[in-house]
């Protein structure tokens, strides 16, 4: 396991991030909540040209429902403004109702939908 920005993650999930971070644009900002010294709460924020993407929203199970998401994203729009976004999106998995609820409230509307493709079977392609 990986312990990063005092979230625990499986550690083949540590070159994942270290290089998403990596290819982010160069605008980006990070915002963290502490408590007790331990990190319970983290976004990032990406603007390109007009727009702010947020991305890595996340709150510690045990501290949702406390406002924690909302400060989390006034911050990122804060900082999102100071650099020249003037629009904003995010993807959000449909099924984290915790969360599509707070982005609705924040006026957040669904454009675009996504979903993910699962291969249980992995098998290696066979060579042509």
């Known amino acids: 396991m990986l312990i990063l920005n005092g979230l625990t993650l499986f550690s083949r999930s ?20 502490k408590q007790d010294g331990q990190i319970i709460a983290l976004g990032t924020a990406i603007v390109q040209e007009e ?7 996340v709150i510690q199970e045990e501290h949702r429902g406390k406002g924690l998401g909302y400060a989390i994203m006034h911050a990122l729009t804060d900082w999102s403004l100071e650099n020249g976004a003037v629009r904003q999106y995010l993807q959000v ?3 984290n109702k915790p969360a599509v609820t707070l982005y609705q409230k924040l006026g957040y509307r669904a454009s675009f939908g996504y979903h993910y493709r699962i291969k249980y079977d992995l098998q290696p392609f066979a060579s042509s």
Do not use: H
């Open 51 to 57: 727009w702010a993407g947020f991305v890595n929203v």
């Open 14 to 33: 540590k070159t994942f991030y270290s290089g998403l971070f990596e290819r982010m644009p160069v605008t980006k900002g990070f915002v963290k909540l």
């Open 93 to 95: 998995i449909a099924s």
